[in-house]
């Protein structure tokens, strides 16, 4: 039995702030396997706000922020900014909630838990690693790195899964013998695809919407285009999850017409077009469409960006078109605890952990900027 002193000495300094939240997953002692479920995070609270912030700017390789300004930035944006954005939401958010339901949700082989691991928000994926040692005093074996993004990026789910193997690897000195396995993409898993479908049929039948007059306008996060310069395969992967969607819509006997844009630009580099409120305003304003149905796309589970950009933001700002162009403008739900999205992470989770070894190796893109991004590749786990 290996003694707890030995993994103390991997203790951050946020350790004892995460765990308030991991010990919320109940994950038994005996497990021998961790389903870290890797996403962005979120502040759980206004005191979560300003750190959040920090952590996410401050990464160069999602934030292209030159002269070291992204910490500096950070600290000037919450206060004037986004402390209002997520009070207008309840005052934190609901992300880590929803990694909460549908990790108890999910199914899991017996001897494997799951553990929420964020990387920028509590609990941090340093702390779930950490406490997953710690917790089964050494004898965890096996990490299942699960990427909450459906649709792979080199900024998000590629960052995240960069970060948990570097993490790792400080662990094989107690664990020799410790496995790795990756989810990093199911943007076409069939049930992610079918629950996608289903939410929108729902919402076209229970809003007595015409399909003929009626397009969904699916939004995802943006991306700095020079990723896409680069290579990063990003859009073309939320394309084909939104193709998929509308193929499953037809064999359910809608027929809609759709369109892709994207939301949630930072700083004044150039990003992925068309942004979210230009193309909304373009369809309120010139299109033959009565009805405009909007579909987060890669969004899995509700929080700032569909609770306020999109419910919140948007709404108002487009209110008076909305008006007087007599348009109706729906939001679809997001998929949180949705019965068939629940059977998509179940799926995942069996395929993943049927992987003997880490499935992480990605080619590079072909002008990658990112040494980091070789740490996929270059690792023993």
């Not at 068309?274 to 309120?284: E, M, W």
């Not at 949180?336 to 003997?356: C, E, M, R, W, Y």
């Not at 980091?372 to 270059?378: A, F, G, R, T």
Request: glycine share 4%.
């Amino acid at each position: 039995m290996k003694s707890i002193y030995q993994f103390t000495k991997f203790r951050s300094a946020t350790y004892n702030q995460s765990l308030q939240y991991l010990e919320q997953t109940q994950f038994d002692p005996n497990n021998t396997t961790a389903i870290l479920m890797l996403n962005l995070g979120g502040p759980n609270s206004y005191q979560e706000i300003s750190p959040f912030l920090i952590r996410f700017f401050q990464d160069t390789t999602v934030i292209r922020i030159p002269f070291g300004l992204g910490p500096y930035i950070a600290r000037l944006r919450g206060p004037a900014k986004i402390n209002k954005q997520y009070e207008k939401i309840g005052g934190f958010s609901p992300l880590f909630k929803w990694t909460m339901v549908q990790g108890f949700l999910m199914s899991k082989p017996k001897g494997s838990g799951f553990l929420p691991a964020f990387r920028y928000g509590l609990p941090l994926q340093e702390d779930a690693i950490e406490y997953a040692f710690e917790k089964t005093e050494g004898r965890i074996q096996k990490f299942l790195l699960f990427s909450q993004y459906p649709q792979y990026s080199c900024s998000t789910g590629g960052n995240a899964i960069r970060n948990a193997i570097e993490l790792l690897q400080q662990y094989k000195t107690i664990q020799p013998k410790l496995e790795v396995s990756v989810i990093d993409q199911w943007h076409k898993n069939k049930f992610y695809i079918s629950a996608m479908a289903t939410l929108l049929n729902n919402k076209i039948k229970s809003q007595n919407l015409d399909p003929k007059d009626t397009i969904i306008l699916f939004t995802a996060h943006s991306l700095p285009a020079d990723f896409v310069w680069d290579g990063e395969k990003y859009p073309y992967y939320i394309y084909e999850s939104c193709q998929l969607v509308i193929d499953n819509l037809k064999n359910m006997g809608i027929s809609v017409h759709f369109d892709l844009s994207y939301q949630s630009k930072v700083g004044l580099n150039k990003w992925l077009r068309p942004a979210t409120h230009h193309a909304l305003s373009q369809y309120i304003k010139n299109s033959k469409f009565k009805n405009i149905l909007i579909s987060p796309m890669g969004f899995t589970s509700d929080h700032l960006e569909t609770l306020y950009e999109l419910d919140i933001q948007l709404m108002d700002d487009l209110k008076k078109d909305i008006e007087s162009n007599k348009k109706n403008v729906i939001r679809c739900d997001s998929l949180n605890d949705h019965p068939q999205f629940i059977a998509a992470l179940s799926d995942l989770v069996t395929q993943g952990l049927a992987n003997k070894k880490c499935s992480s190796k990605r080619e590079r893109c072909i002008d990658c900027k990112f040494e980091q991004c070789d740490i996929v590749n270059k690792h023993d786990l």
